[in-house]
């Protein structure tokens, strides 16, 4: 019998036994030594998986909505974490770095009605407080039809849009409208025109982007500091037709960032004599504000349920589990590989990331690791193209379609991949929109976001797809499994034989 074909009969096999006998316990699955795929995939559960969710969500419940890097909210989950591991047989390893913290801006309506509105931070903002006339900047509010492309208002965008606008005083704070042109353009005019702050909106016919007030004006164009001075600050749609009106006046209030020390969570499954080291990596903060379950409690808990049914296994090589902190601003992982010694460096085989895997409109996307469909952006480290080719397996094997993802520079990835590390990525979608043809992929909805709730308040523990968690991380348990026995597919290195590569061949999902 083939070696494929033995495979594959073991996971028809534990699939029958499952819905005959009943799948192993929790209690056998805390005994047992996971360390075959079939074993392995029994254990890592949704359920599973979900208990850390939930956990996650009651941290964010007692923390204000926020578990992000710097807050309260963030010191619980990496407790939370820590707990788990160690509860697991683990000693875990606080890996500290430094990050300039942003608390949010605040803003006040003061006339004609008292009001205070929610805010979200615009990166590169100045600092200092603001009080006087909100002056209202060439803004397309309420005109009918809406642009076809929501980003074809141009407020602010030429230096003429503040002609015969009056901030000359000492206090003006200018309105603008999102589109055309970036933050950093429009408020560049505004500071110039003589604005001493801007707030900023997206207009509500960009749908999918209504309730986003969060954004950066950080660099211009060419990738140059803006070095704005002046504070900058988001409000929602709604808010931003009641301070369009006559007379508004108000007070902008942006502290200035301080430096705090945040920590990463390590943890290592202790390999053999082979000296490679497998990473597996999830951010575990959210942005500001947001309880953040599906960004990126979703990839936490994957990993942590894998390190958990993993911690009797005797691997290879060694599995370094990393949370990273301030993930949501890739803070965390790069202060962690910029920190390693070049011998260090050179000891990762790989590194696997995942960030956000059970989006509530998801599709199944995997990093573009053999530049099939990116030849726009940079060759990835040579190992990608095998780690993509294990995933695709994976998904094959389950009948389940998937597309290829380019780099876009906004997970953890990015610091391994400037090491020049082979990296794998799984994800499920964000603020894109889903299409028609991926509907017919992967049902969903056509025309809503992969994640409604990326950024905001209601990424809760609603703001889940078990179906595609459940998928995701068998994903990830069996790519780890796969990577802390044989790395030879990605970097060449002779690994052990029962974990050889059999293409075509993949694991049944848990139940
Ligand atoms: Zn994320």
Redesign the pocket.
Same mark, same amino acid.
């Given at each position: 019998m083939c070696k494929a074909c033995t495979l594959t009969l073991l996971f028809v096999l534990v699939a029958l036994s499952c819905g005959l006998i009943g799948c192993a316990g929790s209690d056998a699955c805390g005994s047992r030594t996971n360390d075959t795929q079939a074993k392995l995939l029994e254990c890592v559960t949704v359920d599973g998986v979900r208990k850390h969710l939930t956990a996650l969500q009651a941290i964010a419940d007692d923390h204000g909505g926020n578990r992000a890097a710097g807050t309260s909210g963030y010191d619980a989950s990496i407790a939370y974490v820590v707990d788990t591991l160690q509860d697991a047989g683990y000693e875990t390893e606080l890996h500290a770095f430094d990050f300039a913290f942003e608390p949010p801006a605040s803003l006040q309506q003061i006339a004609p009605v008292k009001a205070t509105y929610e805010t979200g931070n615009i990166r590169g903002s100045g600092t200092g407080t603001v009080s006087g006339p909100v002056i209202p900047v060439d803004l397309a509010l309420g005109e009918e039809p809406w642009p076809a492309d929501p980003f074809n208002s141009t407020s602010g965008c030429e230096a003429s849009d503040f002609d015969g606008l009056d901030f000359s005083g000492p206090s003006d704070i200018a309105l603008l409208q999102q589109g055309a042109c970036i933050f950093s353009a429009k408020a560049s005019n505004a500071e110039k025109a003589g604005a001493e702050a801007v707030i900023f909106f997206v207009e509500e016919a960009f749908v999918y982007r209504a309730d986003q007030y969060v954004g950066t004006a950080a660099l211009l164009l060419d990738g140059s500091p803006s070095n704005l001075t002046i504070p900058l600050i988001g409000v929602r749609f709604p808010q931003s037709v009641a301070l369009s009106q006559e007379g508004v006046e108000a007070i902008v209030d942006a502290a200035s960032a301080k430096v705090v020390t945040e920590v990463n969570v390590l943890a290592e499954l202790p390999g053999g004599e082979s000296g490679e080291v497998v990473m597996v990596g999830a951010?575990l903060d959210s942005?500001h504000g947001t309880p953040?379950i599906s960004?990126?409690g979703s990839?936490s808990a994957a990993i942590l349920e894998t390190a958990v049914q993993m911690s009797k296994v005797k691997p290879r090589n060694t599995v370094r589990f990393a949370w990273w902190g301030t993930? %949501?601003d890739l803070i965390g992982s790069k202060a962690y590989v910029n920190g390693l010694s070049q011998e260090a460096r050179d000891e990762i085989a790989l590194y696997l990331n995942f960030?956000?895997i059970g989006s509530p409109n998801h599709g199944f996307f995997i990093f573009d690791g053999d530049y099939s469909d990116s030849k726009d952006t940079a060759l990835p480290p040579a190992g990608s193209a095998e780690i993509e080719k294990l995933f695709e397996s994976y998904y094959a094997e389950l009948g389940l379609p998937f597309k290829s993802i380019k780099f876009s520079g %906004? %997970?953890d990835h990015g610091s391994f991949i400037d090491a020049g590390i082979p990296v794998g990525w799984l994800f499920t979608g964000?603020e894109g929109v889903k299409t028609e043809e991926e509907v017919e992929l992967w049902g969903g909805t056509t025309g809503d976001r992969y994640d409604p709730c990326y950024h905001l308040a209601c990424d809760t523990f609603d703001n889940i797809n078990f179906e595609a968690l459940d998928v995701n991380s068998d994903a990830a348990a069996y790519s780890v499994l796969q990577y802390a026995m044989n790395t030879e597919e990605v970097n060449g290195v002779r690994g052990k034989g029962n974990f050889q590569l059999d293409p075509g061949v993949g694991p049944m999902p848990s139940k």
């Amino acid at each position: 019998m083939c070696k494929a074909c033995t495979l594959t009969l073991l996971f028809v096999l534990v699939a029958l036994s499952c819905g005959l006998i009943g799948c192993a316990g929790s209690d056998a699955c805390g005994s047992r030594t996971n360390d075959t795929q079939a074993k392995l995939l029994e254990c890592v559960t949704v359920d599973g998986v979900r208990k850390h969710l939930t956990a996650l969500q009651a941290i964010a419940d007692d923390h204000g909505g926020n578990r992000a890097a710097g807050t309260s909210g963030y010191d619980a989950s990496i407790a939370y974490v820590v707990d788990t591991l160690q509860d697991a047989g683990y000693e875990t390893e606080l890996h500290a770095f430094d990050f300039a913290f942003e608390p949010p801006a605040s803003l006040q309506q003061i006339a004609p009605v008292k009001a205070t509105y929610e805010t979200g931070n615009i990166r590169g903002s100045g600092t200092g407080t603001v009080s006087g006339p909100v002056i209202p900047v060439d803004l397309a509010l309420g005109e009918e039809p809406w642009p076809a492309d929501p980003f074809n208002s141009t407020s602010g965008c030429e230096a003429s849009d503040f002609d015969g606008l009056d901030f000359s005083g000492p206090s003006d704070i200018a309105l603008l409208q999102q589109g055309a042109c970036i933050f950093s353009a429009k408020a560049s005019n505004a500071e110039k025109a003589g604005a001493e702050a801007v707030i900023f909106f997206v207009e509500e016919a960009f749908v999918y982007r209504a309730d986003q007030y969060v954004g950066t004006a950080a660099l211009l164009l060419d990738g140059s500091p803006s070095n704005l001075t002046i504070p900058l600050i988001g409000v929602r749609f709604p808010q931003s037709v009641a301070l369009s009106q006559e007379g508004v006046e108000a007070i902008v209030d942006a502290a200035s960032a301080k430096v705090v020390t945040e920590v990463n969570v390590l943890a290592e499954l202790p390999g053999g004599e082979s000296g490679e080291v497998v990473m597996v990596g999830a951010h575990l903060d959210s942005v500001h504000g947001t309880p953040g379950i599906s960004d990126n409690g979703s990839g936490s808990a994957a990993i942590l349920e894998t390190a958990v049914q993993m911690s009797k296994v005797k691997p290879r090589n060694t599995v370094r589990f990393a949370w990273w902190g301030t993930g %949501s601003d890739l803070i965390g992982s790069k202060a962690y590989v910029n920190g390693l010694s070049q011998e260090a460096r050179d000891e990762i085989a790989l590194y696997l990331n995942f960030d956000m895997i059970g989006s509530p409109n998801h599709g199944f996307f995997i990093f573009d690791g053999d530049y099939s469909d990116s030849k726009d952006t940079a060759l990835p480290p040579a190992g990608s193209a095998e780690i993509e080719k294990l995933f695709e397996s994976y998904y094959a094997e389950l009948g389940l379609p998937f597309k290829s993802i380019k780099f876009s520079g %906004s %997970s953890d990835h990015g610091s391994f991949i400037d090491a020049g590390i082979p990296v794998g990525w799984l994800f499920t979608g964000a603020e894109g929109v889903k299409t028609e043809e991926e509907v017919e992929l992967w049902g969903g909805t056509t025309g809503d976001r992969y994640d409604p709730c990326y950024h905001l308040a209601c990424d809760t523990f609603d703001n889940i797809n078990f179906e595609a968690l459940d998928v995701n991380s068998d994903a990830a348990a069996y790519s780890v499994l796969q990577y802390a026995m044989n790395t030879e597919e990605v970097n060449g290195v002779r690994g052990k034989g029962n974990f050889q590569l059999d293409p075509g061949v993949g694991p049944m999902p848990s139940k």
